[in-house]
């Protein structure tokens, strides 16, 4: 009877098994599966399934020493096999509960775990090759993130199962040229409203769409498109369902025992032990898991400042101070700094992404230099003025001209994404097409120039699903997208834009060649308040200069002069008011010549036309060669 041997135990109770998943959980030999768990507060464990009639007498397991591992051996039990643990806790109580490293389990609101061994066959080793020696943070990356579940469905409302899902996603995504998708979490959850960022299976992806190797062959399928594969990952917090993690022995032995720190007053779940070895080598354990076996490119941690601060949501008195006297949870911090370092030394090419809104510093700086290690962070400062300004009429932009431009103050203080997520068209918010304002031509104008000025902006960029046609509805994760609206021209044009920004973003490495570095950006005008005009210069070495000209006024501007950094032939590459788009056609009839005459603080300039509510994006044809 095989098990976890004196190595893995030991690394266990040091909590530095980095591959935990493949010596604790069920595994398949030759003749059965060997059940193993960690559960060092239980006075008896055993395994209840659909093999022996749920009677746990029938396979009780063993404790492995003083270890804290129980473990044994069911045979015959083979793949597709039901199961639970039986634990029976100090207190006396037996508690049936999922296995917290099951590869697979029963559909919601089944909560059985399921034996599953993967004989999947990988076809994505180029990918993954040419992965290991990218350096994401100078290279394009635009991510279209998602809900699975409620980007499409069948017409009798089922979800489509992950080889479904494949066959139409990898199409659509490689037209539109996105270089990644992000999928909200994956990972198994009992509740659908959820969305999925209340884990309880963190080893396996949801049933609801099939079994593991039906989510290993979506991701297979993306990589040979070139599309690279994020997943959220929800480290923060915990479900309190009984079958799940909560209370696991019959104590806090995933959640932190001090009731100031142990569960989250917001959402109503448990916080994950930091400081416990043991649970920071299960998540550890569980980033590494879905890097390697599922092949994921990168992991977007959610709720980072949930983590970071012990006084978050709470008032004075709710929380304890550290071993300092501060607000900071520095086992979080430890764990994070362990997570990101492991991830970055094990999986080349991988890349970790937090969501963390606070001005905490080194984010992305490297541990070796006391940073979190992270290798972007979500930038909500950006989108929190970003949205306040669209949002307002044009009238009255004027007056708050520095909320577009006070990002670029901190715009390399991290390696930072531009996230119009999820989040921001839920809850009453409305879709981001309703957010703008005025009547339907000017808030599809308006969406058009906000999404050419973000895709221009420092930093990476990332919309939800819905926004690359102007969804009219805010999302809604029981119903799939209003993919009907794509039959509407306006609407077809949003997406169109969306399609052809990509485009010249990938062909244009002064986008992004310098995205964490001042000398990737120039204000050519950052003060036309009156005017509510931003224009500024992208570049990177070896590559054509490119302009961005917004204008965020109702009214064009004829006989504008715009100062340039070179004289010559610029092409007018991205016009949000072509006619393609449903806009007005007012341009510049594809290109502008650039005198040699200064202006502005900058060596040429030209008379242009800008379009009403339109983004303009002028690039410099090289110089002929003598």
Request: one cysteine or more; aromatic letters at 12%.
């Amino acid at each position: 009877m095989t098990g976890p041997g004196e190595l893995d135990i030991h690394l266990i109770n040091e909590g530095r098994h980095e591959d935990l998943w493949q010596v604790l959980g069920a595994h398949l030999v030759d003749d059965g599966t060997t059940f193993s768990v960690w559960a060092p507060n239980a006075r008896e464990v055993q395994v209840i399934g659909s093999f022996n009639d749920w009677d746990g007498a029938k396979t009780p397991l063993a404790a492995i020493g003083s270890s804290g591992v129980w473990h044994g051996m069911a045979p015959g039990v083979g793949n597709g096999a039901q199961y639970k643990f039986r634990i029976l806790s100090a207190d006396g109580v037996w508690r049936e509960k999922a296995d917290p490293m099951a590869f697979h389990t029963q559909v919601p609101p089944e909560t059985a775990s399921v034996v599953f061994e993967s004989d999947y066959t990988w076809n994505d080793q180029e990918w993954l090759r040419q992965r290991a020696e990218r350096r994401h943070v100078d290279e394009p990356m635009s991510i279209y993130e998602m809900h699975l579940a409620s980007w499409r469905r069948h017409p009798d409302g089922r979800i489509y199962t992950w080889s479904e899902i494949a066959d139409q996603l990898v199409d659509y995504v490689r037209d539109l040229g996105f270089t990644h998708v992000e999928l909200m979490p994956v990972m198994e959850h009992p509740f659908g409203g959820s969305w999925g960022y209340q884990v309880t299976s963190y080893f396996a992806p949801t049933s609801r769409m099939g079994d593991p190797d039906g989510f290993r062959l979506l991701v297979d399928r993306l990589h040979q498109a070139g599309i690279g594969v994020i997943v959220d990952w929800v480290p923060a917090h915990f479900p309190k369902d009984d079958f799940a993690l909560a209370r696991f022995d019959g104590t806090p032995l995933y959640e932190d025992p001090n009731p100031s720190r142990g569960e989250h007053p917001d959402w109503g779940t448990y916080v994950f032990n930091f400081g416990r070895r043991e649970v920071r080598n299960f998540l550890v354990a569980n980033a590494l898991y879905w890097l390697e076996e599922f092949h994921v490119d990168g992991l977007r941690v959610d709720a980072v400042a949930s983590m970071l601060y012990l006084d978050y949501s709470r008032e004075a008195g709710q929380w304890t101070p550290n071993v300092h006297g501060g607000r900071e949870n520095l086992e979080a911090v430890q764990f994070l700094q362990e997570m990101n370092a492991t991830v970055y030394a094990r999986v080349p090419g991988a890349i970790t992404i937090a969501e963390e809104s606070t001005s905490w510093p080194g984010v992305t700086r490297p541990t070796s230099e006391d940073g979190l290690g992270f290798g972007f962070k979500w930038n909500m400062g950006w989108m929190h003025d970003s949205l306040a300004y669209v949002e307002k009429d044009p009238l009255y932009r004027s007056h708050h001209h520095g909320q577009l431009t006070f990002s670029l103050v901190y715009a390399w203080s991290e390696n930072f994404v531009l996230p119009i997520s999820h989040d921001e068209v839920v809850h009453g918010k409305g879709s981001l097409l309703r957010k703008m304002p005025g009547d339907r031509w000017k808030q599809l104008a308006n969406l058009r120039a906000y999404l050419a000025f973000m895709w221009a902006h420092p930093g990476k960029q990332l919309i939800f699903m819905g926004t690359e046609f102007a969804q009219e509805a805010e999302w809604a994760e029981a119903r799939e997208l209003d993919w009907w609206l794509l039959d509407h021209p306006e609407h077809r044009g949003v997406h169109d834009l969306v399609r052809d920004m990509n485009q010249v973003y990938r062909e244009s490495p002064a986008l992004y060649g310098r995205d964490n570095s001042p000398e990737g950006f120039a204000w050519i005008d950052a003060h036309d308040a009156n005017r509510s005009v931003f224009s500024f210069v992208r570049r990177s070495p070896d590559a054509e200069d490119l302009v961005c000209v917004a204008n965020f006024s109702a009214v064009p501007h004829e006989g504008y002069q715009l100062a340039l950094p070179s004289a010559g032939t610029w092409d007018e590459v991205l016009n949000t008011d072509a006619e393609g788009y449903t806009g007005s056609g007012v341009g510049n009839l594809g290109r502008i010549e650039a005198a040699a005459e200064p202006f502005g603080g900058q060596p040429a300039s030209a008379t242009i036309v800008v379009p009403p509510l339109a983004t303009l994006w002028l690039r410099r044809q090289p110089a002929a060669r003598p």
